[in-house]
């Protein structure tokens, strides 16, 4: 009897898998408990935010991408932070599967104490380009899938035709890697072509 009290004694105690602060404890005392969480832990000193997004934006939900975060609680602060893993399984989120996904505050620039379960904007930035060569998708000419051109407008207001390479593009503007020059104009127009 001694010893089952003993080793019943021994099972009441749980132990921490990790240094944090407790910030949920789901059951009483001498209330019975199953398989489900008895208590929550956080690690305030390094925050990750849940977040999740469609199907369709798994290719910008990669580990070590840059997020932009917006708590609706501090409206005028954007948090920097990167994401930290993506589930290997689709969640549910209101009855449609989606990507869950986990990215770090940075909270050097804004030092608050953020609360747990608080709401976010999380913006991923899947990729970007710094001083880049833009012009107009309008500008753009695909003559066979992945390569093309744009019309340059000459000097004398001729147009002439070139071939570019274009790195990024959104639903505005795409950059240009090689084939136009800073100061460049390109036309955005259809252009009539005359044959002989």
Sequence with gaps: SLENA???????????PM?????????DTGEAVGA???VTLADLGAPLVRFWVEETD???VAPGNPVDIVFEAL??????GEVERVDPALATVDGTPAIQA???VDLASHPVNLISGMTAEVVIVAGQAKGALLVPVQALRETTPGQYTVFVVKSDGKLELR????????YAN???LSGLEKGEAVSTGTVEVESD
Excluded: H
């Design 6 to 16: 003993r080793r019943q004694l021994a099972e009441t105690e749980l132990r921490a």
């Design 19 to 27: 240094a944090g602060t407790v910030v949920a404890i789901n059951a």
């Design 36 to 38: 489900a969480p008895v």
């Design 58 to 60: 798994l290719m910008s």
């Design 75 to 80: 409206p005028d602060l954007v948090f920097s």
């Design 102 to 104: 986990w990215a770090s």
């Design 163 to 170: 071939p570019v390479e274009i790195g990024l593009k959104d």
């Design 174 to 176: 795409a950059e240009v």
